[in-house]
């Protein structure tokens, strides 16, 4: 069995050509994807739609993790094994790092995002940080 299977088969999801080919983008791409970047790398026409339920699907499952990116759009990286803590939990305490020169946003998995003191009646849900710059490659 295909990592990819085994990877669908271990989140309880059924196998669609879609869901496989999507896992394959992401597990093949070191950076964070937009919508129109997963879509582009499909060999085979999937409809947004289909395309929109399987990113949510993995979201929810936790397979994949939103980026913010700048110009305020939304990306996509996949979860690696520190995505869940200890007890399990979700988070994406990283820090996602934008490059300026390739503009490819790319996770910083084992870089923490510091903890920020919030004003009393403020509830934090999540934090994103994106650090702006020259990466690695481009250097
Ligand atoms: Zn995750
Ligand atoms: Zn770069
Ligand atoms: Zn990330």
Not at 16 to 22: A, G, L
Not at 54 to 74: P, Q, R, S, Y
């Amino acid at each position: 069995m295909s990592e990819i299977k085994t990877i669908l088969k271990d989140y309880k999801l059924r196998q669609t050509d879609c869901r496989e080919e999507i896992l394959q983008v992401f597990m093949s791409k070191p950076h964070a994807l937009a919508h129109a970047d997963v879509e582009g790398q499909l060999t085979e026409q999937f409809d947004r739609v289909t395309v929109y339920r399987t990113l949510k699907t993995f979201l929810d499952k936790g397979i994949i993790h939103k980026v913010l990116d700048d110009e305020g759009g939304v990306k996509y990286a996949i979860c690696k094994a520190n995505c869940h803590t200890e007890d399990h939990k979700h988070h994406h305490d990283h820090v996602h790092f934008k490059c300026t020169t390739c503009g490819l946003t790319t996770c910083l998995d084992h870089v923490t995002i510091p903890s920020i003191i919030l004003p009393e009646g403020y509830l934090r849900v999540e934090t994103n940080l994106l650090v702006q710059g020259v990466c690695k490659s481009c250097s």
